[in-house]
């Protein structure tokens, strides 16, 4: 079976860390030894001019098509076009870039990761070829875009209904994901679903956490309204007033940090976004990562957190709070709402320890080679 699917390289993207996960488990796996996968990443590059780049990169199974091309923004195509269709016209030299690898390739699925505009391009791509599509939910373009202008909701809203068709298979991380979708999205029930979450890569069980009294509070994410960013400046300014309790660290985006006002600059530590192997380091130097997300299909860094021996505070509209009802956690699900009201769960969460039997009980359920052996299953479909 020979499967395309976008793919892309962001340190600080969980969607991206998921796919890879998945693609290396192409490679290595033994069940996925018939399977070909070919990547398709698109880079934004303006240097070229209208010029289509296009290589390839072949490591076992796993094949890497890479196009560099000149990519309107996405926000200005939105704001000036006064329906969906213009945003299809704006992008169309893309999506015949994507029917024409499409058109040679000639994959039996297309798996399509995420809803924004590169997988909706991509999907409109594999429909006018005919090919059978199955899309994997990482985010709810809905919901990341609801604090845009009215116009701007309505056009991103139109992209994502585009998703829904009786004839795609979903995957969704997490049954509040699946709910959203369905209630709040295609308004529509969808015949063909599997609920699997995020695996955590193996080595956030490796590292071995040590007992500090630092107070070292992390928070990893992009710095976008979804993640909830507002927050983390409010509990920082709440924590210098209360003499610096903590020290909160961050890791974010380069343009974010760029941005983030200096008050802000001044009462925490910022690191750039790292490679994921290298996460588990950071996350065994916290005592505690806090998640204030007002939405998330998912949220791989909480659960990664904890395999990595250190607690973490989420919200109940995350869908890895269906994950930690499962492990016990229920009491790391809070309101966000008060800075104070979160300094005291802060307080009760850092004399906890996450005990080696849960790690363990963890590292067996959540393991990427059971995970993806399911979306492997799932989508190997006539």
Known sequence: MKILTNIRFLKVAGIAQTLLSFADFIQKDKTAKNIQFIGVNVENSIKNGEQVLISKSREKNFRLVSISMLLPDIKEIVERSANIKDVENAYEPLIETYLSIILKEKPDLVLLNGTYYLPWCLYLAAKRAGVKTAVHYHGCLTKETEHFAE????????????????????????????DTVVG?????????????????????????????????????GRWTYVKNPHFIEKLALYNARQIKNFTIHIITDIGAIARLPLRILDVVKLTKPMDNHKLPDFYSKMD?????????????????????GTPALITSTMGVAETFRHFGLDRWIIDFSSPARVAKAMENALSETITPALRMEMRQEMNPQRIHSLLLDYIKYN
């Open 184 to 220: 709040e999205v295609f308004k529509n029930e969808i015949k063909h679903f599997r609920i699997l979450p995020n695996p955590i890569p193996l080595h956030f069980f490796d590292i071995i956490k040590k007992k500090r009294k630092s107070r070292r509070i992390g928070s990893v």
């Open 151 to 178: 116009h701007q909701r309505m056009v991103f809203r139109e992209m994502e209904k585009m998703f829904f068709s009786n004839d795609n298979r979903y995957i969704f991380p997490s049954q509040m994901a699946k």
């Open 288 to 308: 505690l990562i806090i998640c204030p997300s007002h939405f998330e299909t998912y949220g791989n860094v909480a659960q990664e957190a904890v395999a990595s």
